[in-house]
Nanobody, 124 residues
Framework: QVQVVESGGGLVQAGGSLRLSCAAS????????MGWYRQAPGKQRELVAI??????????NYADSVKGRFTISSDNAKNTVYLQMNSLKPEDTAVYYC???????????????WGQGTQVTVSS
């Protein structure tokens, strides 16, 4: 079994900062990517930022809306990913979900595992 657990959400004023953390644990052979997605009310879930692990560790990709404000980083030894969010805007308000794409065994295909989500609310 694999568990993905996020922490660090909350309420912040516009222009403020928050740091989200996410740890994957359980039966993990290797992780391909870890990333953050968000879903605002009435909208589809969207990619915020993603970072690679393993042989290509450290490659990142960001949504255009967060480039220059958010930074994703990881601690591969701890199967943990972070999202530092600066200069937050009211439109960043959403439930933020952590995703880990990983394999649990040599014979298994990579699968996506999701956290339960953490609420980020930015007040104007």
């Amino acid at each position: 079994q694999v568990q993905v657990v996020e922490s660090g959400g909350g309420l912040v004023q516009a222009g403020g900062s928050l740091r989200l953390s996410c740890a994957a644990s359980g039966t993990i052979l290797n992780i391909n990517t870890m990333g953050w997605y968000r879903q605002a009310p009435g909208k589809q879930r969207e990619l915020v930022a993603i970072i690679t692990s393993g042989a290509t560790a450290g490659n990142t990709n960001y949504a255009d809306s967060v480039k220059g404000r958010f930074t994703i980083s990881s601690d591969n030894a701890k199967n943990t990913v972070y999202l530092q969010m600066n200069s937050l805007k009211p439109e960043d308000t959403a439930v933020y979900y952590c995703n880990a794409n990983l394999r649990t065994a040599r014979w298994s295909l990579p699968s996506d595992y999701w956290g339960q989500g953490t609420q980020v609310t930015v007040s104007s």
